[in-house]
């Protein structure tokens, strides 16, 4: 879908979106279309439950007086409460009314509002961000989709007065586009992304300027990595292990912060197999790397001036014959032994090697690390909160500053000695499970043997990395959690 910006006009387009306040109080733009329907799209809104409550939705068809097949009323609530969030879910549920309407062109109509708590530019730029971020569709392997159920809409137009708003769009843009990358990767079923091919996909942002570089298990194996190669070794697909590197500070020897994220491309437990039911789920237990992924191209594309290496563990856990057996032994990168009791428990065992290996290459100011790591954290948050594990207050404070600001909530959760205990081996120097109590805490202790001094952040996105319903700025499905979170941390706290 293309967007573009105009100066406002009434609109000739097929569909209009336009925002109404709290208590039925009409923009400028919805006051201009009445005036034309001679008041029929108030009694509309009279004749229905629609009183401008924050995403409520009315649509009047082919309003009398006008060209337009159909003006989407949206509900903007009240004026002092409009912020980027409130803008976003504006643009992403109008569009969400008429994406697949039939109608080819649409338009949002953005008025001067006093008393929002950002600009009219802003505003504006956020409205269409919204939109683009609600137009993403996975649709690649549908041969005889009904037209009915097709998107339509082809071009959006952002009607605002304000200047400085197409700018404002701009580096937005480039984080919708790492979003959808990140979409599209969680999305691929199994036999189509795996650790090598998702390695390829990695390397297409070079042509952004961000440097690539790919392990083998041979290089892996030389240095120490037993603890992810022992994950991937039941499968006939290589395991990559792939550093990607944004030099956009000014300072270039400035240490970066690094995103470590989980590759499990495909999760079977391995010999620790998982039921049949859902198993197909486990394609995107490769979510955590998909987000790196996409954070690294949304910065790379918005030109970030930070410092930033993202690394991702990449591996199939399959069963066969050559297949890690509970019990088993492994080395990981930084010397520590670990008894592997559980194969289904394989996302801290890639994370082990990838944390250290990022840690003792980089030395970086702080690392966060993302994954889909236990199924102990959607029973404690649902999917409404991903849950943040640190050693260091300061980060995780401002990570939850930055999920708030832009909508993808983390909850922080404690650690401890006591946990620590519960990962203590009879014959080795940690077990990579803990017992069923605190899963996903003893999870975050395992993590954090890996991490030395460094300032370091797990985040478990378990439950948020797919959605089982629309949002606003989201169809059902992979939903790129973590992409924008990490990109206003950067905005935030490691730009110059």
């Not at 683009?132 to 037209?147: A, V």
């Not at 292990?241 to 499990?264: C, E, S």
């Not at 207050?393 to 959760?413: N, P, Y």
Request: glycine share 12%.
């Amino acid at each position: 879908m293309k967007i573009s910006f105009a100066k406002p006009h009434l609109p000739a387009e097929d569909a209009v979106i336009v925002g109404v306040l709290e208590n039925k109080v009409f923009t400028p733009t919805a006051q201009a279309l009445d005036d034309l329907a001679a008041g029929g799209i108030k009694r509309a809104m009279d004749a229905s439950k629609f009183t401008g409550k924050k995403d409520q939705v009315l649509t009047v068809l082919a309003p009398p007086g006008t060209e337009l097949k159909r003006v989407v009323l949206v509900g903007l609530g009240k004026a002092e409460a409009i912020d980027a969030q409130a803008a976003q879910s504006f643009g992403g549920t109008g569009l969400a009314q008429v994406l697949s309407s039939g109608d080819s062109v649409a338009a949002i109509a953005i008025d001067a509002v006093a008393g929002l708590k950002i600009s009219d530019a802003d505003f504006a730029a956020n409205a269409a961000f919204g939109a683009k971020l609600r137009s993403y569709r996975f649709d690649k392997y549908f041969t005889k989709e009904k037209k009915e159920d097709k998107p339509s809409v082809k071009k959006l137009a952002v009607l605002c007065a304000a200047a400085g708003a197409k700018a404002a769009f701009a580096p937005l843009d480039a984080i919708a586009e790492g979003v959808f990358v990140t979409r599209d990767v969680v999305s691929e079923p199994a036999n189509v992304i795996y650790p090598e091919t998702l390695a390829e996909e990695c390397k297409k942002l070079g042509a952004l300027g961000v440097e690539v570089e790919i392990l083998g298990e041979k290089q892996m194996k030389k240095l120490g990595m037993g603890s992810l190669l022992g994950v991937g070794q039941g499968s006939d697909r290589e395991s990559q292990l792939v550093i990607m590197r944004w030099n956009g500070a000014k300072d270039k020897d400035t240490a970066p912060v690094a995103f470590v994220g989980k590759g499990v491309c495909f999760d079977s437990g391995g010999i620790s197999i998982k039921p049949a039911g859902g198993m197909e789920d486990m394609k995107w237990d490769m979510a955590g790397a998909g987000a790196v992924i996409g954070a690294m191209k949304a910065l790379a594309g918005r030109k970030a001036k930070a410092n930033v290496v993202g690394i991702v563990g990449l591996v199939e856990n399959m069963p066969s014959g050559n297949a890690q057996r509970p019990g088993d032994v492994v080395t990981s990168m930084s010397g520590q032994t670990i008894e592997v009791i559980n194969t289904d428990a394989e996302g801290r065992l890639v994370l082990a090697d990838a944390l250290w290996y990022a840690k003792e290459t980089y030395k970086p100011k702080a690392m966060i690390d993302l994954a889909t790591l236990t199924g102990a954290i959607i029973i404690s948050l649902g999917g409404e909160y991903a849950g943040l594990f640190s050693n260091d207050d300061k980060l995780a404070e401002r990570l939850t500053q930055a999920g708030k600001s832009v909508g993808e909530a983390l909850w922080r959760l404690p650690m401890g000695d006591a946990y620590d205990k519960q990962i203590k081996s009879d014959i080795a120097d940690m077990k990579n499970v803990g017992g069923r109590e605190g899963g996903s805490i003893t999870a975050a202790q395992f993590l954090k043997r890996f991490v030395g001094d460094v300032a370091w952040a797990h985040l478990d996105i378990a439950g948020t990395a797919w959605s089982k319903k629309d949002t606003a700025i989201c169809a059902k499905g992979a939903t790129a959690f973590g992409v924008r979170l990490l990109d206003k941390l950067v905005a935030d706290h490691y730009e110059d």
